[in-house]
């Protein structure tokens, strides 16, 4: 595996921090101790300070949550798809022992300061999310409107079900919506039950 620099530490640190604490209870030099990267770093790669880091954090974890969902869709259709993205949540949570969340829902719930780029790279990375999920339902013969709406309830469903996880300290939540979910996906693409 190669090494990461510093800039990589800060920003998969400053992702692990917010899923775990949100965005206003982590401090740049949080992140820095966490991350194991020189304090200086932090202002050297993000001269804007901790909102130009949120948002390098909230497209680092954009881009693993798209490569990861694009990779279950494509290997399985929406629905074992779907089915996949929610073993790998059940996983984060559990082995994080109930601690971590989603960094672009931590970012995305919180207030910003007088910088709206992390709510708007938040916004960009769950619209990212949604027209994947509503490519691959389109794709297996949902109609564009219909498919929009399910991967909409597909992602606002999951997000909040990991921040009941957390607080429930269960994953019971899970299962919950993937009994609920699965059927509704098999539906919206023409799959019989």
């Not at 990589?8 to 400053?14: D, H, R, T």
């Not at 390098?56 to 399985?76: K, M, P, Q």
């Not at 916004?123 to 929009?148: K, M, N, P, Y």
Request: hydrophobic share 45%; proline share 4%.
């Amino acid at each position: 595996m190669a090494t990461r620099t510093p800039r990589e530490q800060l920003i998969s640190g400053a992702a692990d921090l917010f899923a775990r604490r949100g965005l206003r209870a982590t401090s740049v030099r949080e992140v820095a101790k966490y991350s194991g990267a020189p304090l200086g770093s932090t202002y050297h790669y993000f001269p804007g300070g901790k909102s130009e880091l949120a948002v390098a954090a909230v497209e680092h974890a954009n881009t693993f949550i798209c490569r990861a969902l694009r990779r279950e869709l494509t290997a399985g259709g929406p629905v074992d798809g779907m089915r996949e993205f929610l073993v790998m949540w059940r996983k984060i949570i559990v082995d994080s022992d109930y601690r971590a969340g989603c960094p672009v829902l931590a970012v995305a719930v919180e207030e910003p300061d007088d910088d709206d780029a992390p709510l708007l790279a938040a916004a960009a990375a769950f619209g990212d999310w949604t027209a994947i999920l509503a490519d691959s339902l389109r794709e297996h013969g949902a109609d564009e409107v219909i498919a929009r709406q399910t991967a909409t309830l597909v992602v606002a469903s999951i997000e909040g079900t990991v921040a009941i996880c957390r607080a429930e300290r269960s994953t019971t939540a899970l299962d919950d919506i993937d009994a609920i979910l699965t059927p509704l996906l098999r539906r919206t693409i023409g799959m019989s039950d």
